[in-house]
Each structure stands twice: as structure tokens, then as C-alpha cells.
Antibody, heavy 121, light 108 residues
Framework: QVQLVQSGAEVKKPGASVKVSCKTS????????IHWVRQTPGQGLEWMGW????????HYAQRFQGRVTMTMDTSSTTAYMELSSLTSDDTAVYYC??????????????WGQGALVTVSS | EIVMTQSPATLSVSPGEGATLSCRAS??????LAWYQQRPGQAPRLLIY???TRATGIPARFSGSGSGTEFTLTISSLQSEDFAVYYC??????????FGQGTRLEMK
């Protein structure tokens, strides 16, 4: 059974960084790319990028290039997403997601519970 | 970047009736479209992918259709748990993948 369990809510000041974790479990998880999607009141759902657990290779959405870093600790099967230079526009719920049923395409059938990041002075 | 536009923003329907939700792409995405349901306080749930294939465990009252730029999600005989927000997502020539802004399905 695939499970994605994320870290808790965070409050950060503008200009700071946040690192969200996503503990994965289940036999097939390490064979799938782990994507990150965020949900903001203003922009709705936004895809941020992915990491390939076995190789550590990443691909980031252009709008987050230079500000986001996705990593993977294969020993603990935990993925991380770090976002820097935070502004109030980064206030959002951040989800880790994977596609298992149709792994060749990004149809996200497994979601973490979400991590609320609030950016406020 | 492909822009996804959903309509209507809010749809009011009585339980037991059917609902039709629309999603339009700014350019053709062929059949590379998914639908998600999001209930309050929960993560989105995958309903449909490939425009018309139901994900595992999704009831048959949910059906998807369309290709190119026009897509429809149809829910027959609405149950109380179906009142939620629905999103479409395109994944043609990804990345990036982009989502619509959502349709809120509310109980009349």
C-alpha cells in the first residue's frame, strides 16, 4: 500500500526558506518519480517539479527555477522540497504526489496529506 | 504554457440529479487530460485520466469525455459525497502540467 506522509505546518518570515519532507512507503514507490504540487488561494494548483528517486535527477517548473531544490534520501525513502526567498505569494499547501496506476504519465493517484506553509512577517 | 479554463465556476445541483462540468484547453492536449475531486480539508483525488479512463476504485457514475480542446466530466445521480471542487489537468507535451481553476459543485 503506497503512503505519502508529509511534515507539519510551518510559519516562515519573508526571505526565509522552508523544507518540506515526504516520507514514502510501499513496494513500488522508489520506482516512480515524486512530484510536488502546491495549492494557493490565488493560483490554484501549480506543478512545481519532480525528482527521480533512484538517480536523484530533478526537473523544475520554470517559474521556480533557482528557488526550489528537490532531494531524496533513499535510505529513509524520504523526499524533500526546499523553497527559498519566500514571499507572501508562497503561502500555500504543498503536496508530494506520485503516479502509480499510469506511471508513464503524470496522473497523480497518490497524494500526501499536504503541508501548509504560511509566509508572514 | 497551456491554459485550462473550467466552467461554470460554481454549479448548484440537487442530490440524485446529474451534473456536467466543462474544461477547455487553450490548445490541443489530445486525450492527455485528467480530472480530480477535492473535498474540504482533503487532498485532490484522481477520478479520470486519459480523458475517459476511470482511476481504480472510482464509481461508474463518474465519466469523462472529449479530446483536443473540449472536455466534459459527467456525474450521474449525485450522492452527498460528490459535492466538492473538481479540477481538470492537462499533461500533453509535459512538463509543465497545468490545472484548471476548478468548478465547485454545491448542493441545491
Amino acid at each position: 500500500q503506497v503512503q505519502l506522509v508529509q511534515s507539519g505546518a510551518e510559519v516562515k518570515k519573508p526571505g526565509a526558506s522552508v523544507k518540506v519532507s515526504c516520507k514514502t512507503s510501499g513496494n513500488t514507490v522508489t520506482g516512480h518519480n515524486i512530484h510536488w504540487v502546491r495549492q494557493t488561494p490565488g493560483q490554484g494548483l501549480e506543478w512545481m517539479g519532480w525528482i527521480t528517486p533512484k538517480s536523484g535527477g530533478t526537473h523544475y517548473a520554470q517559474r521556480f527555477q533557482g528557488r526550489v531544490t528537490m532531494t531524496m534520501d533513499t535510505s529513509s525513502t524520504t523526499a524533500y522540497m526546499e523553497l527559498s526567498s519566500l514571499t507572501s505569494d508562497d503561502t500555500a499547501v504543498y503536496y508530494c504526489v506520485i503516479s502509480v496506476e499510469a506511471p508513464a504519465t503524470p496522473n497523480f493517484d497518490y497524494w500526501g496529506q499536504g503541508a501548509l506553509v504560511t509566509v508572514s512577517s | 504554457e497551456i491554459v485550462m479554463t473550467q466552467s461554470p465556476a460554481t454549479l448548484s445541483v440537487s442530490p440524485g440529479e446529474g451534473a456536467t462540468l466543462s474544461c477547455r484547453a487553450s490548445q490541443s492536449v489530445r486525450s492527455n487530460l485528467a480530472w480530480y475531486q477535492q473535498r474540504p480539508g482533503q487532498a485532490p483525488r484522481l477520478l479520470i485520466y486519459g480523458a475517459s479512463t476511470r482511476a481504480t476504485g472510482i464509481p461508474a457514475r463518474f465519466s469523462g469525455s472529449g479530446s483536443g480542446t473540449e472536455f466534459t466530466l459527467t456525474i450521474s445521480s449525485l450522492q452527498s459525497e460528490d459535492f466538492a471542487v473538481y479540477y481538470c489537468q492537462q499533461y500533453n507535451n509535459w512538463p509543465p502540467m497545468t490545472f484548471g481553476q476548478g468548478t465547485r459543485l454545491e448542493m441545491k
